[in-house]
């Protein structure tokens, strides 16, 4: 999760293939919540945070975290 931290973000095909599942799998409504407010993005690879997700990224590694 701490790939969200980079601009690049979090590499679905990378995290299939060490976790077994992915992002939008193992937290959907989480992932389309903040897709849906524009502080999450979808780009070539998988998911980063926009601008304004960097702003408020801890609580939103929380939320994806469920903590």
């Not at 931290?5 to 590499?11: F, P, Q, Y």
């Not at 599942?21 to 926009?50: I, M, R, W």
Request: proline share 1%; hydrophobic share 40%.
């Amino acid at each position: 999760m701490l790939r969200l931290r980079l601009c690049e973000g979090i590499d679905s095909a990378a995290m299939r293939e060490r976790f077994g599942t992915s992002l939008e799998e193992l937290c959907p409504k989480t992932v389309e919540k903040h897709l849906a407010l524009g502080l999450l993005q979808k780009n070539d690879h998988g998911y980063a945070f926009t601008k304004e997700g960097f702003y408020v990224s801890n609580t939103l590694l929380c939320e994806l975290l469920d903590f």
